[in-house]
């Protein structure tokens, strides 16, 4: 029987996400649909579009930019989230808790939510054999997306972290946040300064924000340095990966961790398991 899943968003014409989940079907030999579906950018539009979609017996629906805080409050009211979805503030993976609509329970009241952002770019990292555990990283943004991978990489054993933002005050308000909502997350271990201030030597240097959807490039010092550096946008030429190249460092963009990220919802919706890497060839050569 064919499992129907979606992905909501706005813009969403752009998503790969169809490709990418058809391919796990293919993969572990089970049928699904799986559509991109445009919502207004409302609150109730989205919660009627999920509504609509499992109450049509819809199995599991990835949310993107910008339900995925609307999404969390949906979920936070009823309860319903895992804890890297907790902490992030954020849901990307939709599913239904069915014995709680057999037991009455309004479909809007009976929404899980995780996170698999963060967890995805974990393991798209581990893939490249880049060192976590112990690793010296820093992470430039204190958006959405930076918020989303710092239990993950703290998880993952990291020693060290420094947050980096164009504006200080959002990444230390991030930072005392982060340790109230999680007992992993300890204040002292995680240092903050502007973007302009970030120097020294570091194992991995993440960036997390949104600079590549402009013309601008982020103002670095020269004095910074890492053996290791991954953009977490993919798709288009990223001046932030040719600057550390142009240095010596490794490189990678995030497109394997959009790859990972979804492997990890299709998991959580069918229990099959993904080999990524076959995927990811496969995504690739097309
Ligand atoms: P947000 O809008 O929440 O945050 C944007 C961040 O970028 C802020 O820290 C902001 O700094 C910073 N920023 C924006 N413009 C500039 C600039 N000109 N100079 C310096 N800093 C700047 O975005 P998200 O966190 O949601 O997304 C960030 C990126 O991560 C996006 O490119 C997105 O595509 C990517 N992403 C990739 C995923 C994947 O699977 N590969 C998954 C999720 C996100 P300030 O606070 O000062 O405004």
Redesign the pocket.
């Given at each position: 029987m064919t499992q129907h899943f979606i992905v909501i968003g706005n813009p969403i014409a752009h998503s790969k996400s169809p490709e990418i989940h058809t391919l796990f079907a293919a993969q572990t030999g089970i049928e699904i649909s799986y559509q991109r579906q445009y919502c207004p950018d409302d609150a109730a539009s989205f919660t009627a579009v999920l509504e609509a979609f499992f109450q049509g017996g819809g199995v599991g629906a990835n949310v993107t930019?910008p339900f995925k805080q609307i999404a969390y409050d949906c979920c936070a009211a009823c309860g319903g989230l895992s804890e890297h979805a907790k902490v992030a503030g954020a849901v990307n993976t939709l599913l239904l808790n069915k014995a709680l609509v057999k037991s009455g329970v309004p479909i809007t009241e009976a929404l899980y939510g995780d996170n698999t952002?963060g967890q995805?770019?974990v393991n798209h990292i581990l893939s490249l054999g880049w060192p976590l555990n112990g690793a010296r990283v820093a992470l430039?943004?204190?958006?959405?997306?930076?918020?989303?991978v710092i239990l993950p990489l703290i998880e993952a054993g990291i020693a060290h972290l420094t947050i980096a933002?164009?504006?200080l005050s959002?990444?230390t308000a991030l930072v005392t946040e982060l340790s109230a909502a999680s007992t992993a997350i300890h204040e002292q271990q995680i240092e903050t300064c502007r973007?302009t201030e970030l120097n020294g030597q570091f194992d991995i240097i993440i960036n997390?924000?949104?600079?590549?959807?402009?013309a601008?490039t982020?103002?670095l010092s020269d004095t910074l340095n890492g053996d290791y550096a991954y953009d977490?946008?993919?798709g288009r030429p990223l001046p932030f990966l040719q600057h550390f190249s142009a240095r010596g460092a490794q490189i990678s963009d995030?497109?394997g961790?959009?790859i990972e990220?979804a492997a990890l919802s299709f998991e959580r919706w069918t229990g099959h398991t993904i080999d990524v890497v076959q995927a990811t060839e496969t995504l690739h050569s097309r």
């Open positions: 930019v952002d995805g770019l430039i943004g204190a958006g959405g997306a930076a918020r989303g933002n164009r504006t959002k990444a973007t997390a924000t949104s600079i590549g959807l402009s601008d982020l103002p977490m946008m993919y995030g497109y961790m959009l990220q």
